[in-house]
């Protein structure tokens, strides 16, 4: 944990609660996102077309915000009505695969699917595919060739002689669309590397990283042996990092992320936000449930049941989307995970089933987007059968920073919080910023005091008696006290800042800024 200072180098948010000495009365909870009333957000394409059953960013991961052009990109996966999954162990694989389309939004809700005529699906290319293979998409701004300014690591559409695809490679393009191959990738010392092609997670680029060589992240998944119920063998997450995206080296801690760990059966995907010095992760969280057809044949039959290639017609999966974190971007906790940052539908709603998040977090105007991939109830898994069932994209939104929040126990009466002490550095220009929301003037408000960490009182001036109380909503609210919104009457060298939460109020992060920073 980084020292805390009066300084815009401290942004506190309440994750791992290291920053915290003591509550009472008070809780760190985890936010739950807000879907969009217009979900699902992209749409279907129509009977004959290539998205026609599967529009989702599931086995292509990446939505994105770009900034220079103003606008949201999609790099989603597609199937049509007529793609057979086989799941059943000697059946040849089917002609088919998935594709990759491309989409543009203007607001991150209405999607637009271009016309880019590029491939060719029922005999004509009107359609808005830009590649046959699945992977990651970044936009890639320290990119001195413009021709390399989007990278997309792929896995190969072939496959081997075992029917299994063989290869990752890394593409290239000038504008998302039209892609070039590039070079074959490996992980030296990797066995799944070794002519294969492992599902790839995730791909980022990480400007936060204080070495150059772990600039760019990857991340894979294999199978391991579980510790639960279910599937013998689940999976668990790898990953490598780069100085240029070319050349790999593994996390010598592999697997670095692993359902044996936690409560979850199983995960399948995540993302990884490196942000305020954190690693954000979000995380499918899933898990293997009979259906009620499984209690008569056990019962009936004498079946012992535990998921396998045989029984798996009697089982379901749930997943939804919960919460980890890092402070060097290798060991993650996992924050209250029986808590979801996403949850599923109700009984009935297209994404009643199962969740699978993108691989980036777009922000525009201080709001988060977060793109998932949803199914309904019917999908139930991955069964002995053929086919496929319906897959979409959706959208759920959360303020800047709040992804977790400090509240009073009981909604309604109020406590307090204790930080660890913080360096008192130029005070004359320093302000408390703090990120608020379900205030009331007359009920739910939050109030600050600083203390003297050496004696334990209230700094004079900066008591709560003193403190404006925070009544308003916002993600960047300046506190106050008596004398203004600056820390300038502290003579002291280290401070507490103790927190007071009253009713319904929520506090998301704090942390500091000069008054003579831009607003």
């Not at 906790?333 to 297209?350: D, E, K, L």
């Not at 007359?442 to 404006?468: I, K, M």
Request: hydrophobic fraction near 35%.
């Amino acid at each position: 944990m980084s020292k805390l200072d009066t300084t815009s180098k401290t942004h506190v948010l309440f994750l791992d609660m290291q920053e915290v000495t003591d509550l009472w009365n008070v809780r760190m909870s985890v936010v739950e996102a807000e879907k969009h009333p217009l979900n699902p957000s992209l749409p279907l394409g129509d009977i004959n077309e290539w998205d026609s059953r599967q529009a989702a960013p599931w086995e292509v991961r990446t939505v994105l915000y770009d900034e220079q052009e103003d606008i949201f990109k999609a790099w989603y996966g597609g199937i049509d009505v007529d793609y057979e999954v086989h799941y059943i162990n000697g059946l040849p694989k089917p002609k088919k695969d998935y594709s990759m389309g491309y989409a543009t939004s203007r607001d991150g809700v209405r999607w637009h699917k271009p016309n880019l005529g590029l491939f060719e699906f029922n005999g004509n290319k009107n359609n808005n595919m830009c590649h046959h293979s699945w992977g990651s998409v970044i936009k890639d701004l320290s990119e001195q060739d413009p021709q390399k300014r989007y990278k997309l690591v792929r896995k190969n559409r072939k496959r081997n002689e075992l029917g299994k695809y063989s290869h990752v490679f890394l593409d290239y393009s000038a504008d998302g669309i039209h892609w070039e191959q590039g070079p074959q990738l490996g992980v030296p010392g990797v066995p799944e590397w070794d002519g294969l092609a492992p599902d790839i997670i995730a791909f980022i680029r990480d400007e936060q990283d204080p070495d150059p060589q772990r600039r760019y992240k990857l991340v894979w998944q294999t199978k391991g042996e579980s510790n639960k119920h279910g599937p013998r063998r689940v999976r668990v997450k790898h990953m490598a990092w780069s100085p240029d995206a070319i050349h790999w080296t593994a996390c010598p801690t592999n697997p670095f992320f692993n359902p044996n760990d936690s409560t979850e059966i199983e995960n399948h995907f995540l993302l990884i936000f490196p942000h305020r010095g954190w690693y954000i992760m979000l995380y499918e969280y899933g898990w293997y449930y009979p259906r009620n057809i499984a209690r008569d044949v056990s019962i009936f039959e004498n079946q012992e049941f535990r998921l396998n290639q045989e029984n798996a017609y009697y089982w379901d999966y749930g997943q939804d989307i919960r919460l980890a974190v890092s402070r060097d971007g290798v060991n993650y906790t996992r924050i209250n995970s029986h808590q979801q940052v996403i949850t599923r539908g109700i009984p009935g709603a297209w994404d009643a089933g199962s969740l699978i998040i993108t691989d980036k977090i777009p922000i525009k105007n201080n709001k988060m987007y977060l793109y998932y991939a949803g199914s309904g109830m019917e999908w139930g898994g991955w069964r002995s059968r053929r086919g496929s069932r319906v897959n979409r994209m959706g959208l759920a939104t959360l303020d800047l920073d709040r992804f977790t929040c400090l509240e009073v126990c009981d909604g309604d009466s109020y406590g307090w919080a204790y930080t660890k002490p913080i360096e008192v550095c130029k005070p004359d220009e320093a302000q408390l910023v703090v990120n608020v929301s379900d205030t009331d003037p007359n009920r739910s408000w939050v109030e600050f005091d600083l203390l003297d960490v050496d004696t334990g009182d209230a700094v004079p001036g900066y008591a709560l008696d003193d403190c404006a109380r925070v009544d308003e909503d916002g993600i960047s609210v300046v506190a106050h006290w008596k004398d203004g919104p600056t820390l300038s009457g502290i003579k002291v060298k280290n401070v507490r800042l103790r927190i007071r939460l009253y009713g319904r109020a929520k506090l998301y992060s704090f942390g500091f800024k000069s008054n003579k920073d831009s607003a």
